[in-house]
């Protein structure tokens, strides 16, 4: 069905958490105050004076200096609303909102102001030096994904705690910091209670409140951007019309038909209607404890440029990434644990479940109903979450939190949908959409296609051999994966054979004779 070969993400109801911000309404502003205009000036037209924060500052300058200033949100600088429905903190210096990347977190300026957990900081420092033996001051910061300015006065408070002490010093006038007797004696107490020496964590609110900035529901893909999100595919113009409200909802669906029809290939493509990126944190601090959120086999990450150097002023928050709009795949391996949070009992260290990574973006179920977990205890997991929007995880400590559950669900199946699942969870899926066999003209269409991706010549008196000899006689139903794998099977019969590779009928019998053979 592909065209050319490709590589193989909340609008939380009920008691959620409001977004982050000062006492009291956010300011709503106006479309137009949005963007940033392009002579540095702040939103809303100020012609006040800006200028990027200077790196050393126990805070930022002001990038605004005007009354929008006072409605600034413990995220950083004034707010802007998308979509009309949230309210969104504007994000660092220089960044322009844009449906491709709708929010960014600022860096933070105060372990107090970006509500950090001192102790858990202090922690990882500890088990960090105790793991290394010595660091410098700015790369332990930059293991924290911390500003150096905020990380100095805490080694400084260790250092006249006697618990670390300075064995050289730098050209960059900073320290070489090794840990003293004291501190090696902390150290190993915090390793007992975890191995953790990763980023500092986030608040889990301030997760929530990302969710909200970025969700998919908000997003509305129009019919150009599902066909730029299927250009590469052979799509039935009718399919796309049935899969364009659907994915525009932002909700979930059923694919369902015979395999080898693509319901697979059009569910890993969905994603590409929505905006390109959103900003995840990398773990997420839950009352003590850590939780991971990015997961580098299912996120791929793509940070914006920056700077460098000693001095950079990206001013984006380091304890976030960007990464592109996520498609999670879980087919036959998914089983309930991979629904819940893991806490590994020697690292103490938590692992956020697949719904909670796929936030934001797409999660397939593929071969729904093929799993080794039965179907009525995925149902049972997610009858709530899929109409809530929502969804509650219990921590290996017995604390029960409330997630955004914010993901397009998309199952996928050979089976019959009513025979997998009872109305009440169908009611909960508004969209079942069947991927049928393709018509004798697209079938045809997809051998000239595919002829071009595998390098070998098309001759369309050969494909009328195949489909009158093998396919007419016998009613064989046309599958889209099958012009693909036929034309694979020649070309390596060529190949192996030494041949020059072309079509040819006797080579379509060969294909045949073993594709079909307990067909």
Known sequence: MP?????????????????????????????????????????????APTRPPQSGAAAPSSAVQSSSAATSSAAGGPKQTLG???????????????????WRPCEPTSVVESRINETILEAIIYRFLISMGECEGRKIADQVKLPFRMVEPLLERLKMEQNVAYKSSTATNDYVYILTESGRAIARNHLNDSTYYGACPVQLKDYINSVRYQTIEGQYPKKADLVRAFSDLLINPMMLNRLGPAVASGRGMFLFGFPGNGKTSIAE?????????????????????VMRVFDPMNHE???????????DIGGYDKRWVRIKRPTIIAGGELTMDMLEVQC????????????????????????????????????????????????FL?????????????????????????????DAFLRRIPYKIEVENPPEKDFRKLFEIMCKVVKIPYDAECVDYLIKTHYLPVNRPF???????????VRNYCMYNDLKVELKNEYFDFACDNYFSVM
């Not at 493509?269 to 404890?289: E, L, N, Q, S």
């Not at 409330?402 to 009872?422: H, R």
């Not at 599958?479 to 099977?489: A, F, G, H, S, V």
Request: proline content about 12%.
């Open 84 to 102: 009309g429905s949230v309210t969104v903190p504007e994000g660092p210096f220089g960044f322009i909102a844009s449906r491709d990347e709708q």
């Open 269 to 289: 493509r969905v994603t590409g209607a929505f905006g390109k990126y959103i900003w995840i944190p990398r773990a997420v601090d839950i009352d003590g404890d």
């Open 301 to 311: 990450m793509d940070m914006p440029e920056s700077a460098g150097g000693l001095l």
């Open 479 to 489: 599958r889209n994966c099958q012009p693909r794998d036929l034309l694979l099977q």
């Open 344 to 391: 590994n009992s020697d690292s103490n260290i938590s692992e956020a479940p697949l719904q909670l990574k796929s936030n934001c973006g797409t999660l397939v179920i593929d071969d729904f109903g093929r799993q080794r977990m039965r179907v009525d205890e995925l149902l049972n997991r997610w009858i709530i979450p899929l109409e809530k929007r929502y969804d």
């Open 394 to 422: 219990n921590m290996s400590s017995g604390k029960k939190i409330q997630v955004p559950f914010d993901q397009l669900v998309i199952f996928s199946t050979n089976l019959e949908p009513k025979d997998l699942v009872d």
């Open 3 to 47: 065209l050319r070969p490709t590589p193989s993400g909340l609008t939380p109801s009920g008691p959620m958490q409001p977004p982050l911000g000062p006492a009291g309404p956010p300011r709503q502003m106006p479309p137009a105050a949005r963007q940033m205009p392009s002579n540095g000036g702040p939103p809303g037209g100020s012609n």
